[in-house]
Structure formats: C-alpha cells, structure tokens
C-alpha cells in the first residue's frame, strides 16, 4: 500500500513538473538599474511548437510605439498610422528589407518576418523615428517593461539559453542559462550606453507636421 501510494506521488509530481510556468526575468543595465525595451529570448535544445503573432508597432505623435517589439520568424507586424501626417516606413536592415510608400491610416498588409535578426525602422520623411524589430527563432520571447521586467508566458519546464539584446548595447551580452520551473528571482545584467529613446524633436522643428 505505502508502495502504491508513492507510486501515486510519483506520478503527480511528475504532472506538476511537465507542466509550463508564467515567468519573470529581470533585466538591468551595468549601474544595476532596471533596463527598459530589452529583448529576452529562450531557447531550447528540443523543438517548440510555433508561436506566431501578428504585433502593432504604431506611429503616433511622430514617434514609433513601442520602440522594441520582438517577434518569433514567420510572425508578422502592422505599422498603423495614428498621426495627421503620413509616414514612409522602411528597413535596410539584412533580416528584412522593406518599405510601406507614404500611407495615412493603416497600410494595406502588415509586414511578415521570416528570417531571424535585428530589424532597424525608420521613417523616410522623419529622420529622427527610429525602433526596432527583434526577430527570434525561439517562440519564447519578451521585452522588457519599464521597471526592466520581462515576463513570458506558458513556459514549459526545462533547460534553455537565454538570449539577450538592447539597442544600446555595447557589446553583445553573454549568453546566459536557465532552469524552468525558476528557483529564485533571475536578474541578467547588459552593458549600455544609455541614450534618449527617438522622440519627435522640440519646438520649431516638425511643427509644421
Ligand atoms: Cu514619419
């Protein structure tokens, strides 16, 4: 009976344990304070199911909202137009090259990401609009909020890398490791030179707009 019993305990941790957690992962710059638009990727050694989504990287007030997105390859983003004028948005960038012609309103398709990498924005008529497009191979990604928190969702338990990536890095941070379900806080640590995130410039400039 008591070997019965602790069969049955046996299987019940192991329900718990295959199981997939909501998680945090805290994310500073080098002075210790929470880093904000920090991407966070894991990955893992066996294969995961797709994640795919279809993301918003607005314009409004001449400014990109969010400045950081991360999406998993294949996913794709729609660039609404929120503002009175009409923006011309484009990438050079390797991982996806692409315009949107000067449009107001929302553009007719959003924009698919098949390819992994870091995908610089920018607007043609507003040289100073400027955000990001992380691409990730791994379905497990975030950024970070502005009190330098990450938080993925549905985790299943196991070991993974942790990727990470800020627009102001000065060097490519390390890789880092993780066990899933988490045994205490997790804080990684990136070395930026801290800048203004793009706004659309002060007064006599862009009025016109
Ligand atoms: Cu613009």
Redesign the pocket.
């Known amino acids: 009976m008591l070997k019965e019993s602790s069969h049955l305990w046996a299987w019940l941790c192991f329900l718990f344990a295959s199981s997939a957690q909501a998680i945090e992962i805290k994310i500073q710059a080098q002075d210790g304070l929470p880093l904000e638009d920090a991407v966070v990727e894991l990955v893992s050694a066996s294969p995961q199911t797709e994640r795919l989504t279809t993301l918003s990287v607005a314009?409004k007030d001449?400014t990109f909202v969010p400045f950081v997105t991360a999406v998993q390859k294949g996913s794709a983003i729609e660039f609404p137009?929120q503002?009175k004028?009409?923006?011309?948005?484009y990438s050079f960038s390797p991982a996806k090259v692409f315009e949107l012609k000067l449009y107001a309103g929302k553009p007719e398709a959003p924009v698919r990401f098949e390819k992994s990498g870091i995908v610089a924005l920018g607007?043609?008529?507003?040289d100073y609009?400027q955000a990001y497009v992380y691409v990730g191979d791994s379905p497990f990604l975030a950024v970070t909020n502005s009190q330098g928190v990450a938080n993925l969702l549905d985790i299943p338990d196991g070991q993974y890398q942790v990727k990470l990536w800020h627009p102001w890095q000065q060097s490519d941070p390390a890789i880092g490791q993780v066990s899933i379900p988490l045994s205490g806080e997790v804080v990684f640590k990136i070395d930026v030179l801290r800048q203004q995130k793009p706004t659309k410039p002060k007064k006599g400039f862009g009025n016109s707009?």
């Open positions: 314009q001449l137009n503002d004028t009409r923006h011309h948005v607007c043609n008529i507003h609009m707009y």
